[in-house]
């Protein structure tokens, strides 16, 4: 697939709206640099296009603010945990996700189901019925980006920004059996491509950028 000149710097005298949508999402363990990344990219983005969202999941929805409550006090069993985020994917979807693509945005989210499949299937749920209740409600993405980091750098990042701190979905061995379902997941879905996030932020992005650049129009 040849891929076209992506300027780091772009003119803004070209912002236009998009003719269809587009989902781009990124996906990885915690402590990857996805949420750097997804800024990145929408600020590159921003200078040729007008209608650009950035999202996340779980979302500040009921749901959602749920999830992220149990990731400090205790997470709940793994099917109650992917039940949430599948109700909390359905409004998700509902509120922002069609009705934005719908209008011709382009829309990054930072997380979607294929992290519900990496890590509820980490904790052990059948990844092909995970896969069957998310398809059934949530559009494919156009492209999914999964910023692949070691384990062991991803927790030594995440306990430098945190002062030594880690949550209950931050566990060693859960993130070691989520990355190795990422890397599965990114063989089987011809949307889904590895991005080496080891390398210092702006290398990252340049990777992002060239996989990203087939999708727009000229």
């Known amino acids: 697939m040849?891929?076209?000149?992506f300027p780091s710097t772009l003119s803004s005298t070209t912002n236009s709206p998009m003719q269809t949508g587009l989902l781009i999402v990124f996906e990885g363990i915690d402590g990857s640099g996805k949420s750097t990344q997804v800024a990145?990219?929408?600020?590159?983005l921003r200078q040729r296009f007008s209608d650009v969202i950035t999202t996340r999941e779980p979302t500040q929805g009921p749901h959602g603010m749920e999830l992220?409550?149990?990731a400090a006090s205790g997470r709940h069993d793994a099917r109650r945990?992917?039940?949430?985020?599948?109700l909390d994917r359905r409004e998700h979807v509902e509120s922002l996700i069609s009705p934005g693509l719908s209008r011709g945005a382009i829309i990054l989210c930072d997380r979607y189901y294929l992290s519900t499949v990496a890590y509820q299937g980490a904790r052990g749920l059948e990844r092909s019925e995970l896969l069957r209740q998310n398809q059934a409600i949530a559009p494919a993405p156009d492209l999914a980006l999964f910023i692949d980091v070691p384990v062991e750098d991803a927790l030594t990042r995440i306990r430098q920004g945190r002062g030594?701190?880690?949550?209950?979905?931050e566990r060693s061995d859960l993130l070691a059996r989520s990355r190795q379902i990422y890397l599965e997941l990114c063989?089987?879905?011809p949307f889904f491509q590895r991005i080496d996030g080891s390398?210092?932020?702006?290398?990252?992005?340049?990777?992002?950028?060239?996989?990203?650049?087939?999708?727009?129009p000229e």
């Open 2 to 5: 040849s891929i076209r000149a």
């Open 40 to 44: 990145l990219l929408a600020a590159a």
């Open 68 to 70: 992220r409550r149990s």
């Open 199 to 216: 390398a210092a932020p702006g290398s990252v992005h340049a990777q992002v950028l060239s996989a990203v650049n087939d999708l727009l």
């Open 164 to 169: 030594g701190r880690v949550d209950d979905f």
């Open 187 to 189: 063989s089987a879905f």
């Open 81 to 86: 945990e992917a039940e949430l985020f599948l």
